[in-house]
């Protein structure tokens, strides 16, 4: 009888308590609500491209920790996933994993164009070829504050 006290008392610790907390090793991280940001900018883009779903995606992070982007980008007909920075990382859009520390945006043909939650502490940076993302701009203009 005693060990089942202590079973529930563990499993309401872990359900209630704990159930966040990256200390316990049964937690589910969601998907941050952040990510619907990130596919909506995604789509955008690829509207805004000549190319449509044919543009370049290239997703890359470290242990394939890009889930749930296969399902919202599955129309996506040149995408290439990787997990780590492969020797040419340049499509017209790349989505990179913060944790690699990419900066690919320094070569002066692509632009940052936002850093984006996945789950709780990790990121995700955006990346935009420069004349895909002024036609990006021209087809959604910035709004006025």
Request: charged share 15%; no cysteine; glycine share 4%.
């Given at each position: 009888m005693e060990d089942c006290c202590i079973w529930v008392w563990e499993a309401r610790q872990l359900t209630t308590?704990?159930?966040?907390?990256?200390?316990?090793?049964?937690?589910y991280a969601h998907t941050s609500p952040d990510l619907a940001n990130l596919v909506e900018r995604l789509q955008r883009l690829l509207q805004s491209s000549p190319d449509g779903n044919q543009t370049v995606v290239k997703i890359i992070a470290p242990d394939d920790d890009y889930w749930p982007l296969p399902w919202y980008l599955r129309k996506c007909a040149?995408?290439?996933?990787?997990?780590?920075?492969?020797?040419d990382p340049y499509g017209q859009i790349m989505i990179v994993s913060s944790r690699l520390d990419a900066r690919l945006d320094e070569k002066g043909t692509h632009l940052m164009a936002g850093i984006y939650q996945l789950r709780p502490q990790v990121f995700l940076e955006l990346y935009v070829e420069l004349n895909l993302w002024?036609?990006?701009l021209v087809r959604n203009p910035p709004k006025p504050d």
């Open positions: 308590v704990y159930a966040a907390d990256q200390r316990n090793p049964y937690v040149k995408i290439g996933w990787y997990s780590t920075l492969p020797q002024k036609a990006y």
